[in-house]
């Protein structure tokens, strides 16, 4: 920081790509971390499904409501 500049602001090197948002977060750490989620959700989107589940779900398939039943109580 030099004379020139009021104090609490960025170096010149150091100035963020856009001024932040509402939520505090400039426009590349956003960018940032949408990226990262995406990937995450793409690599639990491509994992099999467990056994387990799908035995749930066929279950609750076979025992739920026929056509023409009342679904509540």
Do not use: C, W
């Amino acid at each position: 920081m030099n004379e020139d500049e009021p104090a609490g602001t960025f170096p010149s090197g150091d100035r963020p790509t856009r001024v932040r948002g509402d939520n505090g977060l400039n426009d590349q750490t956003q960018r940032r971390i949408g990226s990262h989620l995406r990937a995450m959700y793409d690599s639990v989107v491509q994992q099999p499904i467990p056994d387990h589940f799908r035995d749930l779900i066929a279950r609750l398939e076979d025992d739920g409501p026929k056509t023409g039943e009342p679904s509540g109580p």
